[in-house]
Every structure is written in structure tokens, then in C-alpha cells.
């Protein structure tokens, strides 16, 4: 029997299809306020679902919402370890992870995003150095950029069953995003620490790398933009995803754009911007032709699921898979094996697996797989 301990970050998640930028310093209560739902609970759910060594594991959960609501639907051994109030924060996280820890865990299973990884490893770093207990981290926050997590909850699980079957273990890079220039449209990403995971790499989440400023790849997305701009039919909806690749779009058509938001362009004019999930569905009715458009992110590939969770599984599916346009520079498709999704619905995520064209250039495209993992 291996012990393993769940934590769920209850509000992680919440702030991405209200279009905020995480859910850090009490900006879960503006996300509820939007209209927001649990998204991490979830998560944990469908990671625990597909567990297939469940038998072999006794679990140590945390208390209510952060995890002892959700596991008592699965038939196991668990014990509930500390206490939390009606709001939780990141020092419960912390907490009840060395909680867990002292209770002999081998293993610490969380759902979160980078800020839950943070204060998981803070707990962590309490250990001795000849403890070293691994972590499984479920993908469930607006930010999700580490290098630690799990590719999806389902990956989780083949994560968990690779431990107790006796994986290796190996280090993984945990980031430090700095969540007020995330909502101020900059990306301050800083390397925290690292986390212990299973040694089982096609389930992980490759790192996110960051965007080349070479004058090679800024003309390489400026060609994109030129080729992009000429295509644009009339009386069609644009709805412009994050990235530098897509803003040299709006850049080509000389309007401003949200860089790490989602943009709405219509008849060469932004009608809406940083907008979110329900503005989002009010334009679609509004706009019977609309496209999306997105860009890999660099890393790892993700198209959906990673820093543009405004494209909620509704809006995706109102739009069509047949109306997503993918633009990435040339240098950074050659460096993914595929493109990747996590919408957070495993239907849709299979309808958007197959090929599917890049645009990586001036009339010139790659054709790439979408990985379902």
C-alpha cells in the first residue's frame, strides 16, 4: 500500500473563462461575482475516476472542498487530515501538506495551478534532505505554466499508477508568475523551485519556453501577419487568442491588442476587447461568421487549455473546429512534436485531435498533429 495525500485547490481555475488572469490575492470573489464555477474540484474527480491502482493507495485528504467532498464518491481508504475554514487560502495548502507529510505520505497528489505549486513546494521544503517525496500536480489553474504538471487529470492518473507501480522519480521546474503584471498584460515568469514527479515524461507538461525576440523570428511573424491580414474575409468575426504571434496580426492591421487576452475584431476594427466567456457568446450570436485564432504555446503546444481559457468548451464548439486558424513561427512548430489540448471536456478534446494546419509564414503552412494524449 502506498499513502497518498490529495489537496484541491477549490477556487484554481475559476478566474479563466471570466477572462481574469488567476485567482491569487482574493480575486476568486470578483471571479464569482463574473459568474465563475469550481473548475479544480472537477478536475481532481475526473483524475481519481481514472486511477486504476485506487486499491493499492490509502489516502490522506484535506478537509471539505479541498478534497474530502469529492473523494468520498470513490469507494477507498482515506483519512481527512487538519481543519479549514469557509475561505482557503494558500497557507491551508501549505499546512495540510505538512500535515500530510508528517503523516507519513508518499506521495502528495494536488490540483491547482503554479500558485498551488508554489506553496506545495514551500511545504515540501520543510523536508530533510534524505525525505524525498514526489508530487502529482493536476492541471487546474488559469496559470498552468510549470514544467510539473501533468499534461491533464487524466495523465494525473497514469502519473499516480506510474508511482505505486514504482516509477523513477524526476525533478521538474516550478515558475513564479507574477499574477499583477499577468493582469497588467506582461508575463513575469521566474524560476521558484523544482518538484520531485514520476519519471513517466509522455504524461508531463513540457515547461513553457519563452517567445524569441530575434529580428529572424519577429520578421517570421510578420509575414505570418501579411499573409493573415490578406485572407481576412468580410463579415466574419475574429476572435484573436493570446501570444506575440497573434498580435502581430492586430499589429499588421494596425489596432491595438490585449496580449495575454482575447480580442474581438470585426471589418478591421477591434469591437471588444480582453473580452471573456459570456461576452464571447453574446458576439456569437451576434456574428453568425467567426473564426478563432491561436497560437501554440510555445514549450509544450497547447492551443487550448493553456492561458486562454475564455475559449471555454461552449465557445469552441459554437465556433467548430473547421473555423480554428493556428499561426506559429516557423522556428518554434519545429521544436513541438504536435499540438496539444485541454479544454476540460475530454469529448470535445478528442474532436479537436487530428491534423490541422499552422500557418508559418507568408502563404506557407505546416501541417500538425494534435496530440491526444
Same mark, same amino acid.
Given at each position: 500500500m502506498k499513502t497518498i495525500g490529495l489537496i484541491v485547490n477549490p477556487i484554481a481555475g475559476m478566474g479563466g473563462s471570466v477572462g481574469l488572469k488567476g485567482t491569487d490575492g482574493g480575486m476568486h470573489t470578483q471571479a464569482l461575482a463574473l459568474g465563475a464555477?469550481?473548475?479544480?474540484? #472537477?478536475?481532481?474527480?475526473?483524475?481519481?475516476?481514472?486511477?486504476?491502482?485506487?486499491?493499492?493507495v490509502a489516502w490522506l485528504v484535506a478537509p471539505g472542498a479541498m478534497g474530502a467532498d469529492l473523494i468520498a464518491d470513490f469507494d477507498v481508504t482515506y483519512l481527512v487530515v487538519g481543519a479549514i475554514g469557509e475561505q482557503t487560502t494558500g497557507a491551508d495548502t501549505q499546512r495540510i501538506a505538512k500535515l500530510m507529510l508528517e503523516a507519513g505520505a508518499d506521495l502528495l497528489v494536488f490540483a491547482g495551478g503554479d500558485g498551488t505549486a508554489r506553496d506545495v513546494c514551500d511545504a515540501l521544503s520543510t523536508l530533510p534532505p534524505y525525505r524525498r517525496v514526489p508530487v502529482v500536480a493536476i492541471p487546474a489553474g488559469v496559470k498552468v505554466y510549470s514544467a510539473a504538471f501533468a499534461l491533464s487529470p487524466r495523465a494525473a492518473a497514469?502519473? !499516480?499508477?506510474?508511482?505505486?507501480?514504482?516509477? *523513477?522519480?524526476?525533478?521538474?521546474?516550478?515558475?513564479?508568475? *507574477?499574477?499583477?503584471?499577468?493582469?497588467? =498584460?506582461?508575463?513575469?515568469? #521566474?524560476?521558484?523551485?523544482?518538484?520531485? !514527479?514520476? %519519471?513517466?515524461?509522455?504524461?508531463l507538461q513540457p515547461g513553457k519556453v519563452a517567445s524569441s525576440a530575434s529580428p529572424f523570428v519577429e520578421e517570421n511573424?510578420?509575414?505570418?501577419?501579411?499573409?493573415? !491580414?490578406?485572407? +481576412?474575409?468580410?463579415?466574419?468575426?475574429?476572435?484573436?487568442?493570446?501570444?506575440?504571434?497573434?498580435?502581430?496580426? $492586430?499589429?499588421?492591421?494596425?489596432?491595438?491588442? &490585449?496580449?495575454?487576452?482575447?480580442?474581438?475584431?470585426?471589418?478591421? %476594427?477591434?469591437? $471588444?476587447?480582453?473580452? =471573456?466567456?459570456?461576452?464571447?457568446?453574446?458576439?456569437?450570436?451576434?456574428?453568425?461568421?467567426?473564426?478563432?485564432?491561436?497560437?501554440?504555446?510555445?514549450? =509544450?503546444?497547447?492551443?487550448?487549455?493553456?492561458? =486562454?481559457? #475564455?475559449? &471555454?468548451?461552449?465557445?469552441?464548439? #459554437?465556433?467548430?473546429?473547421?473555423?480554428?486558424?493556428?499561426?506559429? %513561427?516557423?522556428?518554434? +512548430?519545429?521544436?513541438?512534436?504536435?499540438?496539444?489540448?485541454?479544454?476540460? *471536456?475530454?469529448?470535445?478534446?478528442?474532436?479537436?485531435?487530428?491534423?490541422?494546419?499552422?500557418?508559418?509564414?507568408?502563404?506557407?503552412?505546416?501541417v500538425m498533429k494534435v496530440l491526444i494524449e
Open positions: 464555477t469550481p473548475v479544480a474540484p #472537477q478536475r481532481a474527480r475526473e483524475t481519481l475516476a481514472h486511477i486504476r491502482c485506487r486499491d493499492a497514469e502519473l !499516480v499508477d506510474a508511482f505505486v507501480e514504482g516509477a *523513477d522519480i524526476v525533478e521538474e521546474e516550478v515558475l513564479d508568475i *507574477d499574477e499583477v503584471a499577468f493582469r497588467e =498584460n506582461r508575463l513575469d515568469a #521566474q524560476l521558484y523551485g523544482h518538484l520531485l !514527479v514520476p %519519471a513517466a515524461e509522455r504524461f511573424k510578420r509575414d505570418i501577419a501579411a499573409s493573415f !491580414v490578406e485572407a +481576412m474575409e468580410p463579415e466574419t468575426l475574429y476572435l484573436l487568442g493570446p501570444g506575440t504571434t497573434v498580435k502581430a496580426i $492586430a499589429d499588421e492591421l494596425a489596432l491595438p491588442k &490585449t496580449l495575454l487576452g482575447v480580442d474581438a475584431v470585426y471589418a478591421g %476594427a477591434v469591437v $471588444a476587447a480582453d473580452v =471573456n466567456e459570456r461576452a464571447i457568446l453574446d458576439l456569437l450570436r451576434r456574428y453568425p461568421q467567426r473564426k478563432i485564432v491561436v497560437t501554440p504555446l510555445g514549450g =509544450n503546444g497547447f492551443i487550448f487549455g493553456r492561458g =486562454n481559457k #475564455q475559449f &471555454t468548451p461552449e465557445v469552441i464548439r #459554437q465556433v467548430g473546429r473547421e473555423h480554428i486558424l493556428v499561426v506559429g %513561427a516557423e522556428d518554434k +512548430m519545429r521544436q513541438l512534436p504536435g499540438l496539444r489540448v485541454d479544454t476540460g *471536456d475530454a469529448a470535445l478534446d478528442a474532436a479537436l485531435g487530428g491534423y490541422i494546419e499552422v500557418a508559418v509564414g507568408y502563404k506557407r503552412g505546416r
